[in-house]
């Protein structure tokens, strides 16, 4: 990232490490972005995923400018490279838990269905696979989200606000398997919040 800035934030001086800044994430490595309500912590997951490019700067990924991907390359980067959990989850409420999963991992072909079935029992919501999504709570929800974002070979997984509604025991057991898969995988974790953090070692934290 080179001198990145949100479009809203144009015209306005701010203190931040990341933002017109320069910056680089590195494969295996683990970093957290903290921020208060507001700084962009959504804007940079959605920029780096190529959601949105309302932003002045550059961001590149291995030297070639994101701006100049068409849809077949952000397609490639999205089902083998990165991994995204957004803060708002996007399951689908008339699905299950475990049809929400299988839309990607139908995609992907990457973990088995017994795989699947031995990630919601490690967080606890085993008896919820049969379960449409709109009857869990939040951070049921949340957990169904994280083991979905997990069923993708990736170099660097997103997590935006990935614990925010778990205790510290679930926020464990889950920081447990996402830095299990990553390392399994090479993967790099950028993970952001504003206060409760995923509980896995960070190898560098900015704030926004």
């Known amino acids: 990232m080179s001198d ?68 077949s390359r952000w397609c490639e980067l999205r089902q083998r490279h990165l991994a995204y959990l957004p803060q708002e989850l996007r399951l689908f409420p008339e699905l299950t838990a475990m049809e929400n999963v299988e839309l ?3 995609l992907t072909g990457a973990k088995s269905r017994k795989e699947i079935e031995d990630m919601f029992a490690l967080l606890g919501i085993s008896d919820k696979v049969d379960v449409r999504a709109a009857f869990l709570s939040i951070g049921q929800q949340q957990r169904v989200a994280i083991i979905r974002a997990l069923c993708q070979p990736f170099d660097f997984i997103l997590l935006d606000e990935p614990v925010s509604h778990l205790d510290e025991m679930n926020n ?37």
Do not use: H, M
């Open 4 to 71: 990145v800035l949100p479009s809203i934030f144009n015209g306005r001086t701010l203190a931040s490490e990341v933002w017109q800044s320069e910056l680089s994430f590195e494969k295996g490595c683990n970093y957290l972005v903290s921020a208060e309500s507001g700084s962009g912590k959504s804007s940079l997951c959605s920029y780096i995923y190529g959601y949105r490019s309302d932003y002045s700067g550059k961001i590149t990924f291995d030297d070639d400018d994101i701006s100049r991907f068409d849809v």
């Open 104 to 106: 990607k991992n139908n």
């Open 172 to 208: 464990r057991l889950a920081a447990k398997l996402i830095a299990e898969e990553a390392a399994s995988q090479g993967a790099g974790i950028i993970s952001t919040s504003v206060g409760n953090n995923v509980l896995i070692n960070v190898d560098a934290e900015y704030k926004l």
